[in-house]
């Protein structure tokens, strides 16, 4: 007994739409622009032993892997998103962006 593969023609559908989706970009980013992202300037790391951490008092000099003048990474939601130079204008310390990362290369 042979079965015959019978072809059934599905009809054309369109795709479903929601209309509470925006589809250009520039809509899509208005409704984020009040979310808060967690952004960390990262002026080097390094690690310490617990008895290295218990024996750090005030002026301790603590090295990282950075060396000076060297850019600080700014990282959004722990990841890399530019680099920059810390710049210290009376009692403030700040961060100057000198490079930011493509998006297509995160």
Same mark, same amino acid.
């Given at each position: 007994m042979s079965?015959?593969?019978?072809? +059934?023609?599905?009809?054309? +559908?369109?795709p479903v739409?929601?209309?509470n989706?925006? $589809? %250009?970009?520039?809509?899509?980013?208005k409704?984020?622009h009040? /979310?808060?992202? @967690?952004?960390?300037?990262?002026?080097? $790391?390094? @690690? &310490?032993?617990?008895?290295?951490l @218990?024996?750090?008092?005030? %002026?301790? /000099?603590?090295?990282?892997?950075?060396?000076s003048?060297?850019?600080?990474?700014i &990282? /959004?939601? %722990?990841?890399?998103?530019?680099?920059? @130079?810390?710049?210290?204008?009376?009692? $403030?310390?700040? &961060?100057?962006v +000198?490079? &930011?990362?493509?998006?297509? +290369?995160?």
């Open positions: 079965k015959k593969k019978e072809k +059934t023609e599905v009809p054309e +559908t369109s739409v929601d209309p989706w925006p $589809r %250009d970009v520039g809509a899509r980013l409704r984020m009040h /979310v808060l992202f @967690e952004v960390k300037i990262v002026l080097g $790391r390094t @690690e &310490l032993t617990l008895d290295e @218990e024996n750090l008092g005030k %002026d301790s /000099v603590v090295e990282t892997t950075s060396f003048g060297q850019p600080a990474k &990282l /959004v939601n %722990d990841t890399l998103f530019g680099r920059g @130079e810390i710049a210290v204008i009376g009692d $403030r310390c700040m &961060l100057r +000198t490079d &930011l990362v493509k998006p297509e +290369t995160i």
